[in-house]
């Protein structure tokens, strides 16, 4: 019988997870990560938190996200005056790719993908492509792209946001140190409300205090030897909020404005980067191996 609990307790509670049920949701030694998320639908887009256990399988050794699915990008046209800031009418359609070719680092804010491995398509103001000729006079410089997770609230969706950057990967790495930062700008190409993490109650009935729950990459299954030894729901409660907790509002901007705003934070640094607060952040946690609760997590990233 399903859960009928309400939805308003699900960050309360403080029981055990038990290894029995976490099983299912480990990566396997040939397993895919899709095979590990319950009710996953090929077609479909579906944010999933991923946590490297130690050798020991009782601690959270770093943590990741991974976003399964196909991104429809084609379905989107992007004006090249928006990215590039010339006087343009032409536009660029990016094709579809699959979500998992953004690689994300302990943070919910990706690395950069360079397009030039890309088919981008340049479209003309009628909609028509450009043959060989005109697409070569078009000299569309080469692009970067970069994706964001941006939990919801409630902890169980998320937006994930594609933003496009009018700079190779090459170019910010020598001249824009803080190309890194998640608050470096770019312009929007595509964006969409899609599932985050496998809901606890579709696995376990305790109430641990995890409205979704990650994929565990363990030592034990690795070997295929019985799953029973996992973290604490303490741990797995601190690290998930940790993890959630490095998410940022992408920073947006269009055409000459957004160049301008490249220029300034090169010459001004830091103090030119703008920071939007979300609207919702994952509730605080106590650090797990804090017994007396004097520790409370402020935003830091202990897998760092």
């Known amino acids: 019988m399903r859960d009928t609990r309400s939805k308003d307790d699900l960050f309360s509670g403080s029981e055990e997870l038990h290894a029995i049920e ?47 699915g196909e991104l429809p ?33 302990d943070t919910l ?8 491995a890309l088919d981008l398509i340049v479209l003309d103001e009628n909609g028509a492509a450009l043959d060989s000729e005109a697409l070569k006079a078009a000299a569309i410089p ?12 409630g902890g169980q969706k998320c937006k994930i946001s594609v933003l496009v950057f009018p700079l190779s990967t ?19 190409i595509w964006t969409a409300e ?17 409205p979704i729950l990650p ?22 409660r601190f690290k998930m909020a940790c993890l959630m907790n490095t998410k940022t509002v992408p920073v947006t901007s269009t055409g000459k404005a957004l160049l301008d705003r490249y220029i300034s934070i090169k010459e001004h640094g830091e103090a030119k980067l703008k920071r939007t607060s979300a609207s919702w952040s994952w509730p605080e946690v106590l650090e797990s191996s804090n017994k007396k609760g004097k520790t409370r997590l402020q935003h830091s990233n202990p897998f760092l």
Not at 76 to 85: H, L, M, N, Q, S
Not at 142 to 153: D, G, T
Not at 215 to 236: H, I, Y
Request: with cysteine; net charge neutral; hydrophobic share 40%.
């Open 215 to 236: 994929v565990l990459r363990t030592l034990e299954s690795l070997r295929e030897e019985p799953f029973n030894c996992v973290p604490s729901s303490a741990e797995l």
């Open 22 to 68: 976490l099983a299912p949701i480990s990566m396997r030694k040939f397993g895919l990560l899709e095979k590990a998320v319950p009710e996953y639908l090929e077609g479909t887009c579906w944010a999933m938190p991923v946590f490297f256990l130690t050798d020991n399988n009782k601690t959270v050794n770093t943590a990741t996200c991974q976003v399964l």
């Open 142 to 153: 080469p692009l970067s792209l970069r994706m964001f997770i941006l939990p919801m609230k």
């Open 109 to 116: 804010t990706s690395d950069y993908i360079s397009t030039e």
């Open 73 to 105: 990008l084609a379905s989107k046209r992007k004006a090249v005056k928006d990215i590039t800031g010339d006087k343009s009418t032409l536009s660029l359609r990016f094709p579809d790719m699959e979500a998992s070719a953004f690689k994300f680092r």
């Open 170 to 188: 090459q170019d910010m790495a020598e001249n824009h140190p803080l190309h890194s930062d998640p608050a470096f700008p770019g312009s929007t």
């Open 194 to 210: 899609i599932p985050l993490g496998i809901e606890t109650r579709m696995v376990s009935r305790a109430k641990c205090g995890l």
